[in-house]
């Protein structure tokens, strides 16, 4: 595999289950009562949340798992299984208006690291994919430059989701933002039976 298809490949994955758009209706109730430079602040801190939590994901995963003494297909397995929830939640998911009550910029800024930057944007499904893509390479997470290339790309989607975000609403509206989660929902539920296939097949490649 090249590397511009591994690019490719990781991140189309990261774009399925990295992407903000379960995030969007709230970041837009917590800074719509901001002045632009606090709105660029707020969009600044949940991408560097999301940023930090990829590439933390991507250069201890690996060692954490060893740590434990887990084996990559479990790990792959239960990442299928994570991801298989998520993808069913999302596509089950409904975009509803919510009311946030006026709180202080530093209130705003906390809820810009959590929960949109995480779990909203970079959650759990985020983070396990992310160890596999590392784990599947073969190669030191620091020499894995395609998916450092992927990750930075996903860093700059979600900045401009972000300081879009207000446009993107008018552009789609409530039932358009739906349709585009259920989308990614499906996405993400074809990953995770991937995961789970591909853990079959290295637990039981007699079988597979």
Known sequence: MTNSMSYQHYLLGLFAVANNIPAIPLY?????????????????????????????????????????????????????????NTGFGMLHSEQKPTNVPEVSLSKIISSAIIPI??????????????????ETAHIKPYLNFPLMAAILSMTGIIYLSFQYAPKIIRFLGVIGLDVVTKIFGLITLALGIQ?????????????M
């Open 28 to 84: 837009i109730n917590l800074i719509h009562r901001l002045n632009k430079d606090e709105q660029h602040k707020v969009c600044r801190i949940a991408t560097l949340t999301a940023f930090s939590t990829m590439v933390i994901a991507m250069f201890t995963g690996l060692s954490v798992l060893n740590f434990f003494e887990i084996s990559t297909p479990a790990f792959r397995m239960a990442g299928g299984l994570l991801l298989i």
């Open 117 to 134: 930057g995480l779990p909203l944007t970079t959650g759990a499904g985020t983070m396990t994919t992310i160890i596999v893509f590392a």
């Open 195 to 207: 995961f789970i296939l591909t853990s079959l097949a290295d637990a039981f490649p007699k079988f």
